[in-house]
């Protein structure tokens, strides 16, 4: 059964604390994705890796960075955590793309607090 | 920005009713994908249509593609309590990684 974790289900942090999300998934996909989840605007996309050490921008990349040192492991920092990025963090992988293009397997989300 | 937009945004139904639920944009996409949530997880894939017009079956569940490849509906028949969750419409930009979410569409259906 093919699965994506990701480190936390809750997690509450202060303003100007440095955050890491950590997501992994054991299909051996090569891409991988990280969205905030954000009521009445769906799914936005923060930034996107599509091999080790290889990113590139989503839509919302400001504040984030990202770190993809294995395949199975992609990982969002929070350099300095703001109250505007309280949100639901998903991480997702997919295959490269095929016919039917890109399943994307979703983890089950981290939902962060920054006060 | 490219926008898809889904309505409504909220619906509440009795157990057996039909509905449909609409994606719409001004973007033409290569391919638009629907996703279920349920509280607490990720988005699991439903179904994946590719072709202008094309219409796919999950069961209750009928997705259909815009003729032009800008929008798609979902309608589900005689809905039942287990639909329940957060309906999400998701196109490809050209022939890329990258999907464009839209505003999704919260089901409830009551018994």
């Known amino acids: 059964d093919v699965k994506v974790t990701q480190s936390s289900r809750y997690l509450v942090k202060r303003t100007g604390e440095k955050v890491f999300l950590e997501c992994v998934q054991d299909?051996?996909?090569?891409?991988m994705f990280w969205y905030r989840q954000d009521p009445g605007l769906g799914l936005r996309l923060i930034y996107f890796?599509?091999?080790?050490?290889?990113?590139e921008k989503g839509d919302i990349p400001e504040g984030y960075s990202v770190s993809r040192e294995k395949k199975e492991r992609f990982s969002l920092i929070l350099e300095s955590a703001s109250t505007n990025q309280t949100s639901m963090y998903l991480c997702?992988?997919?295959?490269?793309?095929?016919?039917?293009?890109?399943?994307?397997?979703f983890g089950p989300g981290t939902r962060l607090t920054v006060t | 920005t490219q926008l898809l937009e889904q309505s409504p945004q909220f619906l509440s139904i009795q157990e057996g009713e039909n509905l449909t639920v609409y994606c719409n944009s001004s973007?033409?996409?290569?391919?638009l994908q629907w996703y279920r949530q349920e509280p607490g997880e990720g988005p699991v894939l439903l179904v994946t249509?590719?072709?202008?017009?094309e219409v796919k079956k999950l069961k209750r569940l009928t997705f259909q593609f815009g003729d032009a490849r800008k929008d798609s509906s979902l309608h589900i028949t005689a809905a039942q309590p287990g639909d329940t969750g957060l309906y999400l419409c998701?196109?490809?930009?050209?022939?890329?990684?990258?999907?464009?979410f839209g505003t999704g569409t919260r089901l409830k259906v009551l018994a």
């Open positions: 997702a992988s997919s295959l490269p793309r095929g016919g039917l293009g890109y399943e994307q397997y």
């Open positions: 249509v590719v072709t202008g017009g």
């Open positions: 890796s599509y091999d080790v050490k290889m990113k």
């Open positions: 998701a196109g490809e930009v050209g022939r890329t990684y990258k999907y464009i």
């Open positions: 299909m051996d996909h090569e891409n």
């Open positions: 973007s033409v996409f290569s391919s």
